[in-house]
């Protein structure tokens, strides 16, 4: 009988196991570097494909561009016929000169709307570097992917598309921090390279010649980089580049007007800005700018300043007959500068309005109920006015439409795609009040912020693109949507410090690790330049010992007696 009997016949040692496990514990498979990196973009690509379709829906229900009164007449008017103009900047329209030889208004239109899908990757990737998970980095893309009011700006033969995508394109290059060396410890990663400054200022610089409000970034952006240690190298690249293209627009300018400047159109605008709330008993302006106070009646209208500078009954209207002379450009910015001195209350009370609309949860009719009306997705075609020309002489903007285009119907309304795109809007955009709570926490999150640099640049950033122009001439809705991509970059990087860092994967390490997701990722290793954060390294490979899931001299337990 066999039962009870034990075998005490001594056994060999078992062999030695594989790399991937220790006595005592079980085989651990682990995710593959790449499929994890693809899985956490997932949410990202979704939400991009789903906003391509909600353009190539605008695209075809609203063949070629939509047409802002106007500004879209000059703009293209003047990539006809170049020529530096008083009253704008002509960044924009040298872009659309260099569209031209296509003959395609279509083009224009996909152009900008990929140029609005660009400003979301940039956020995205700038968001995932800093260790903002998948997750979070596409939430705060998703207003720059989807609101209705982004995507109808993008359509129209307007400056902002292109203005805010040079923006980005140049805050992309500062913030893109390298990796720290090994050894470096948390320090955070190194500014922007000499040559990233320098395309940053030349972008930033040509940012201002498509729209001269964007002025004030250049002096913002400059001051940041200096407040980093260290910033004063790429500081003095970022100026000098920035302001290489400003100079030259500026001498070309100087050549027609006699002066050197961007515009000559700036008192007028400034002047509207103080207009409504000047007293002259209160300012005491000298006799020859008395003038330049409103009538009690036309007061009483309370038009917007934005309404209020284009009307021929307006003081500048009456009293000069060209409002963009540099002369009287300087007067009318000296009546405004007195008005802001004598009365900063009422300044800063009308500067408050704006923001208050800009942030409030309704719309409203401003500066007029047909400009608002003009950032919604059109019903019907639009209609050219007759006989007026804004480029060369003896044309009119319809004639100048139909020699871009080389065609006779500049504007079409397809439907059931424009239905459905007037419902959209009607429904997905970002409200005031969220838009408040978006820069309250990168306003909020900046002190503690692993970035503090870069949150403050995006925040400021997207600070003066909102406030400036309210400031300085009025509130429009077209200048509130160029803020909100910088805006919603500085609240994603404010809360970096919420999640877990990690650093890039060098080559031969991991792989791509998390760091090709976007994301700062080093595929779980730690900064002391080696070890895994827990210590065991199963699944890795080591640059230095070489094997797959080989640990550190010495650290191996022994795998016999």
């Known amino acids: 009988m066999t039962d009870n009997v034990t075998d005490d016949t001594p056994r060999p040692a078992p062999a030695a196991r594989g790399p991937l496990t220790t006595p005592g514990r079980k085989w651990a498979i682990r995710p593959n570097p790449r499929a994890r990196s693809a899985l956490s973009r997932a949410p990202f690509l979704l939400a991009f494909i789903g906003a391509v379709a909600v353009r190539w829906t605008t695209v075809l229900g609203h063949p070629g561009v939509l047409w802002f009164t106007g500004d879209s007449y000059f703009y293209l008017g003047h990539a006809l016929d170049p020529g530096p103009s008083a009253s704008k900047s002509l960044g924009y329209s040298f872009l659309l000169a260099l569209l031209e030889p296509a003959h395609s208004l279509r083009l224009v239109a996909v152009l900008q709307h990929l140029m609005g899908l660009a400003v979301a990757v940039m956020v995205y990737a700038l968001l995932r570097r800093a260790g903002l998970p998948g997750w979070a980095s596409t939430l705060f893309t998703l207003p720059v992917l989807y609101d209705a009011y982004q995507i109808e700006l993008e359509h129209l033969l307007m400056s902002e598309a292109f203005f805010t995508f040079l923006i980005a394109a140049a805050l992309t290059l500062l913030l893109w921090r390298t990796p720290p060396p090994d050894g470096a410890g948390a320090k955070g ?68 007007y006699g002066t050197y400047a961007l515009t000559t159109s700036d008192g007028l605008f400034l002047w509207g800005r103080t207009a409504p709330f000047a007293d002259c008993a209160k300012m005491r302006p000298p006799s020859h700018q008395r003038a330049l106070c409103l009538s009690d009646e036309l007061r009483a209208e309370g038009r917007a300043p934005g309404n209020l500078i284009w009307r021929s009954e307006a003081p500048p209207r009456i009293l000069y007959e060209d409002v963009t002379d540099p002369g009287n450009n300087k007067i009318l910015r000296d009546f405004a500068v007195r008005a802001i001195l004598a009365q900063p209350g009422d300044y800063l009370r009308a500067v408050g309005e704006g923001l208050g609309m800009a942030f409030s949860p309704r719309r409203f009719p401003h500066p007029t109920p047909s400009t608002e009306a003009l950032y919604h997705f059109p019903g019907r075609p639009h209609v050219f006015p007759g006989g007026r020309s804004w480029g060369a002489e003896g044309s009119t903007a319809l004639s100048d439409a139909m020699r871009y285009e080389r065609s006779t119907i500049l504007s079409r309304v397809v439907r059931p795609h424009a239905d459905r795109m007037i419902a959209y809007q009607r429904a997905v955009h970002l409200p005031g009040p969220a838009l408040a709570l978006i820069f309250a926490a990168g306003a909020a999150g900046a002190p503690v912020a692993r970035d503090r640099h870069g949150v403050a640049m995006a925040w400021t950033c997207a600070a003066t693109l909102l406030v400036f122009p309210i400031a300085s001439a009025d509130f429009d809705y077209r200048y509130v949507v160029p803020a909100m991509p910088f805006a919603c970059l500085a609240a994603g990087l404010a809360l970096t410090r919420a999640f877990p860092r990690a650093r890039p994967a060098r080559e031969g390490e991991d792989g791509p690790g998390d760091e090709a997701a976007g994301g700062n990722g080093d595929g779980d290793r730690d900064r002391d330049g080696g070890r895994d954060r827990d210590g065991a390294g199963e699944g890795r490979v080591s640059r230095r010992w070489g094997s797959r899931g080989s640990r550190r001299r010495g650290s191996d337990p022994a795998s016999a007696p």
């Open 189 to 256: 990663g190194r500014g922007p390279a000499w040559w990233m400054a320098l395309a940053a200022g030349l972008l930033l610089g040509y940012a201002v010649l498509v729209r001269s409000a964007g002025a004030p970034l250049v002096p913002v952006v400059l001051l940041c980089l200096l407040a980093r240690r260290g910033g004063w190298r790429p500081a003095l690249i970022f100026g000098a580049a920035a302001a290489a293209p400003l100079v030259a627009y500026a001498a070309w300018f100087h050549g027609t």
